[in-house]
């Protein structure tokens, strides 16, 4: 099983800040087959990035996904007050498909 | 409109039994793989189960793994996922999800999810 760590636990950022989310695999992820999701209280994920790199339909071009190895980065250029939220990371290269814990970013 | 509506969520005893259904509409159903991802409260996401589009293929997680069951009635366009033997650290909300369409399988539509609760 592929095991998804994320760092940082809680980001404190302001709006107009960049924010830089981390998620390291255990191992190779085939195919970069790593989604990305933000989750707002009381409601279902929203599907950001896939395939590491694309982002998904509608999705603003403040959002970006990179990959280097197993390290992966979701990063939001520019913060705006609908980006302060929980974003969790999921590899769906080789089942079990996991999530990573998430990473918490809130407003400072 | 692409909308998922899941039902079927509830109290039970543990080692008890339930049943939830995902209600699919405004999309091709028989055509996309679909997945299971609870979340207990205040914590993360966890993957459960993904069944493939004809519903003759199932993966699950292992602390699942011989006590749920995924089905997909493509007639009825209703995606169903059986729960025994239930535990309380089963105790979570349900999404169902849709697998994007084509080879990746990143969730791009989701339901509001169903509270199932397993306790005494």
């Known amino acids: 099983e592929i095991v998804l760590t994320q760092s940082p636990g809680t980001l404190s950022l302001s709006p107009g800040e960049r924010a830089t989310l981390s998620c390291r695999a255990s191992?190779?992820?085939?195919?970069?087959?790593l989604a990305w999701y933000q989750q707002n209280p009381g409601q279902a994920p929203r599907l950001l990035i896939y395939?590491?790199?694309n982002r998904a339909t509608g999705i603003p071009d403040r959002f970006s996904g990179s990959a280097s190895g197993t390290d992966f980065t979701l990063t939001i250029s520019r913060l705006e007050p609908e980006d302060f939220a929980v974003y969790y990371c999921?590899?769906?290269?080789?089942?079990?498909?996991?999530f990573g814990p998430g990473t918490k970013v809130d407003i400072k | 409109e692409v909308q998922l509506v899941e039902s079927g969520g509830g109290l039970v005893q543990p080692g008890g039994s339930l049943r939830l259904s995902c209600a699919a509409s405004?999309?091709?159903?028989?055509?996309?793989?679909m997945q299971w991802v609870r979340q207990a409260p205040g914590k993360g996401l966890v993957w459960v189960s993904r069944?493939?589009?004809?519903?003759?293929?199932?993966t699950y997680a292992d602390s699942v793994k011989g006590r749920f069951t995924s089905s997909k009635d493509n007639a009825r366009n209703t995606l169903y996922l059986q729960l025994n033997s239930l535990r309380a650290e089963d105790t979570a909300v349900y999404f169902c999800?849709?697998?994007?369409?084509?080879?990746?399988?990143?969730?791009?539509?989701w339901g509001q999810g169903t509270m199932v609760t397993v306790s005494s």
């Open positions: 069944i493939d589009p004809e519903g003759s293929t199932t």
């Open positions: 405004g999309f091709s159903f028989s055509g996309e793989a």
């Open positions: 191992q190779s992820v085939s195919s970069n087959y």
């Open positions: 999800a849709r697998d994007f369409p084509g080879p990746h399988d990143a969730l791009d539509i």
């Open positions: 999921q590899q769906y290269g080789s089942s079990p498909f996991t």
């Open positions: 395939g590491a790199f």
